[in-house]
């Protein structure tokens, strides 16, 4: 009787049964786990395609497997920039991100979030370095906005930098066929490097991966310790990833499943009074300020049937405390009128209300 309204599954496919037999085949037939690295004995045929596929959904050159979209993230910095190198990351970048860029020897700029008058003043500092990459995530996971990619992408050629995107909560949704921030906002061709994860949208199973040129795709083969040195993703979850992958490029109607879902949560709870962060992001931040205000309203939706979490500090800045609402494509529209209804008595309880 509970409804679940803060899960990463935006396209329902965790739970499709063409995903979960697609694990089920794959297991049978490769065993629960290859117990090797890719490089000795963790490569079969299943990870070659997954890559393949990958790489084709994106539209880039080539694809590389990793345990976890953390460890992509992890893996690609250090391997691609020297001490004469530049990265340039956005002050809000997940945590993975500014662990990768921690683990490199590059130089470090940090933008203000979305700012791009300030990376643009940090691109003209860092002309002095060989070699310069933007680093932002597509979609901020805390806020449900989305980075001005046209913008960076024209920055980027001015400054002449490589632009990196971890597209977790994009990928499968955003865009007219689901392809990501790069796609919705047009500039697939000027992103050079997408990181991403199977663990949301794509069946919400694990694994995460890079994908673009192949030289580079070639020298993280050679070069990236998380993947050098963790073992090969097993069977199963590369069957789930591969058959969600399938699923969305044989028809966009999946990838699009959701779009009319947020926009009538988002408009409803405004109606109702709330404010909502972002803007046309499955991820609905109810913003609320205070934390226990947030954690108290999220105990009351829970007793209502809903199931949300209330986020504050440290996971977001002091005073913008909020409970992160996710819509999926398995939620009804009645799912979401009730959704919108237990707020709507909840927050009229708690003076939560503008
Ligand atoms: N990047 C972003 C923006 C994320 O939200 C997450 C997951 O929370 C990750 C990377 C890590 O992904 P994974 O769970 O595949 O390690």
């Known amino acids: 009787g509970i409804i679940n309204f803060c899960a990463n599954n935006y396209l329902g496919l965790s739970s499709h049964p063409e995903v979960i037999r697609a694990a089920v085949e794959a297991l ?13 004995c963790g490569t079969q045929s299943i990870h070659k395609d997954l890559e393949e596929k990958i790489a084709r959904f994106h539209q880039r050159e080539d694809a590389i497997l990793y345990a976890s979209c953390f460890d992509a993230n992890a893996g690609i910095f250090e391997a691609l920039l020297t001490p004469e ?29 979305m700012d791009m ?13 060989r070699l310069r990459l933007v680093a932002t995530d597509g979609a901020f996971s805390m806020d449900g906005d989305i980075a001005p990619l046209r913008e960076i992408c024209q920055l980027a050629q001015k400054y002449d930098a490589l632009v990196f995107i971890d597209e ?18 047009g500039v697939m061709d ?13 069946g919400g199973a694990a694994g995460g991966y890079t994908t673009g040129p192949k030289p580079l795709i070639d020298l993280l083969r050679q070069r990236s310790r998380p993947y050098l040195f963790s073992n090969s993703l097993p069977p199963a979850v590369v069957g789930c990833a591969s058959k969600a992958l399938d699923l969305l490029m044989e028809s966009n109607a999946i990838a699009q499943s959701m779009a009319a879902k947020t926009q009538r949560f988002r408009s409803k709870m405004t109606a109702a009074g709330f404010t909502i962060s972002g803007k046309d992001h499955p991820i609905c931040p ?21 199931y949300v979490i209330g986020f504050s500090y440290p996971v977001v800045p002091k005073g913008k405390a909020r409970i992160r609402v996710q ?10 009128d009730r959704c919108v209804d237990a707020f709507t008595e909840v927050g009229r309880k708690h003076g939560a209300l503008r």
Do not use: W
């Not at 008058?117 to 370095?129: F, S």
């Open 168 to 185: 977790c909560h994009a990928t499968g949704f955003l865009g007219p066929n689901g392809r990501g921030t790069d796609e919705l906002l």
């Open 85 to 113: 190198d530049a990265v340039l990351s956005d002050e809000l970048n997940h945590a993975s991100i500014i662990d990768g860029i921690r683990l490199c020897k590059a130089n470090k700029y940090r933008y203000k979030h």
């Open 28 to 40: 049978e037939k490769f065993g629960a786990g290859l117990s090797s690295v890719r490089f000795i």
């Open 286 to 306: 109810v913003m609320l300020g205070d934390a226990r205000l947030a954690s108290v309203m999220a105990e009351d939706m829970l007793n209502r049937g809903i």
């Open 327 to 336: 819509i999926s494509a398995v939620h009804s529209d009645e799912d979401i």
């Open 190 to 202: 000027k992103v050079t490097i997408v990181n991403s994860t199977l663990g949301k949208a794509l």
């Open 117 to 129: 008058q300030d990376l643009e003043a940090k691109l003209q500092e860092a002309q002095k370095h």
